[in-house]
């Protein structure tokens, strides 16, 4: 089992590019989730996903968008990227449709995104 | 407004003690508490979830204790190794909205 895969590890972008932050699970959960980490500011949901087809948009989701075309992979998309979006990212997933009640998180690695 | 609390400053001890971390809230009603270890340059990795109708959940080495009316957790880590410096993560399930929220984490040093 590989658990949460996030790819690429690093990136850096300029503003107003455009790329997509990938995210697979191999353990067939059906709650995925992507979070932003900045430094005194925790963990902040930016979207998440209940399931194939469904999706849903957490704390922080302007300039990102997301699909779930399929259980295992959930892409983040950001569109036009600003400097304000320097952060590191995480993916996660959970067995259960509710995150954080008897199904906890499991994260990926995170990809580490700089935007000049 | 809501508010997770938890120690911003670092939990520098010594090896063989123990480890008290603390996570308070305001204005939720949570009806789940994590706790979540994250090691530099890696994604938090799960340690333990109590319920808001437990008061103390253990786990070999490690204990959780929430009080619903102090709005606190306590984390203790007993006979603290090197090993077990990292950042410790408290999250919530908000009984209102059912989201997961996260606290910005504690830093551990065990000192040899």
């Known amino acids: 089992n590989a658990g949460v895969t996030q790819t690429p590890k690093f990136q850096v972008l300029k503003t107003g590019q455009s790329m997509t932050l990938q995210c697979a699970q191999d353990m067939n959960h059906e709650y995925m989730s992507w979070y932003r980490q900045d430094p005194g500011m925790g963990l902040r949901l930016i979207h998440y996903?209940?399931?194939?087809?469904?999706?849903d948009q957490g704390e922080v989701p302007n300039g990102y968008n997301v699909s779930r075309s399929t259980t295992e992979d959930f892409p983040l998309r950001l569109l036009s990227a600003a400097p304000s979006q320097t952060s590191v990212y995480f993916c996660?997933?959970?067995?259960?449709?509710?995150?954080?009640?008897?199904?906890?998180?499991?994260f990926g690695n995170g990809t580490r995104l700089t935007v000049t | 407004s809501q508010k997770i609390e938890q120690n911003s400053e670092a939990l520098n001890i010594q090896e063989g003690k123990t480890a008290t971390l603390t996570c308070n809230y305001t204005?939720?009603?949570?009806?789940?508490l994590q706790w979540y270890r994250q090691d530099p340059g890696r994604g938090p990795v799960f340690l333990l979830l109590i319920r808001e109708n437990e008061k103390e959940k253990r786990k070999e080495r490690l204990k959780v204790t929430f009080d619903t009316t102090l709005k606190q957790s306590l984390f203790h880590i007993t006979a603290s190794q090197p090993a077990d410096s990292a950042t410790y993560l408290c999250a919530l399930t908000s009984s209102n909205t059912g989201k997961l929220i996260f606290g910005q984490g504690t830093t551990l040093q065990v000192k040899p």
């Open positions: 996660a997933s959970s067995y259960g449709v509710h995150s954080g009640r008897d199904s906890p998180l499991h």
């Open positions: 996903s209940v399931g194939a087809g469904i999706t």
């Open positions: 204005n939720y009603s949570p009806a789940y």
